[in-house]
């Protein structure tokens, strides 16, 4: 009996040949039965004490790290009274112009308008900016720069226009920018810009 082998069926026969050869080598080369090998020790005893050592110290630590934590915390508790605190961007413009309204009424100075404006300064703080006009005596102008100096609250003179006055009285109209410290989550998220 004499078979003839077509060229298809001589490339199937290669195909499940090769087939075949493949499923044998995966079996028995790569999932094939091994012995296992004991594991041998990562460290050695002098090695492990002085681990042990290393630990112990670094718990040590942990009190002294406390404790400077609660000193930094107390710290900045102090230097963060002289911020504005309120709940809303809103309320702490209100809180700003306010508080410029009574310094500048204890002066004799009357204002008026109120410009707001915001920026960050980081991650965790803002600035917010009121800017108003006043007319009064240079004295009294001179006046009010102190008493913003001596407030508890941490404010700042950004911006100050003075212009003279024709009339004898020697009157001044200023426009004045102040500006404080606020928690960075009261102001509105920008979109488009990163603080750096």
């Known amino acids: 009996m004499n078979i003839k082998f077509g060229a298809v069926d001589r490339k199937t026969g290669l195909v499940l040949v ?8 995966i079996r028995f080369g790569v999932y094939g039965d091994r012995a296992a090998s004991s ?17 112990r110290q670094a718990a040590a630590t942990v009190a002294g790290k406390e404790e ?9 508790t ?3 009274k002289g911020m504005l605190q309120a709940p809303t961007e809103a309320q702490a413009q209100a809180q700003l112009l306010e508080t410029l309204n009574n310094l500048a009424r204890n002066n004799g100075i009357t204002t008026q308008g109120g410009d707001f404006r915001d920026k960050p300064l980081s991650r965790d703080y803002g600035e917010i900016s009121v800017t108003v006009r006043i007319s009064c005596d240079i004295a009294q102008l001179v006046n009010l720069m102190a008493a913003l100096a001596d407030h508890p609250q941490i404010l700042a ?16 109209q200023a426009l004045l920018t102040v500006s404080s410290v606020v928690a ?4 509105p998220e920008k979109k488009g810009g990163t603080l750096f």
Do not use: S
């Not at 003179?157 to 009157?171: C, H, L, P, W």
């Open 39 to 55: 594991v041998t020790p990562v460290e050695t005893v002098p090695q492990a004490e002085q681990r042990l050592k290393n630990l």
């Open 184 to 187: 960075r989550k009261l102001l």
């Open 18 to 25: 090769g087939g075949v050869a493949l499923v044998l080598a």
């Open 68 to 76: 400077r934590l609660k000193q930094a915390t107390a710290e900045l």
């Open 157 to 172: 003179t950004n911006e100050m226009r003075i212009t003279g006055g024709n009339d004898k009285k020697k009157t001044v």
């Open 78 to 80: 102090e230097r963060e």
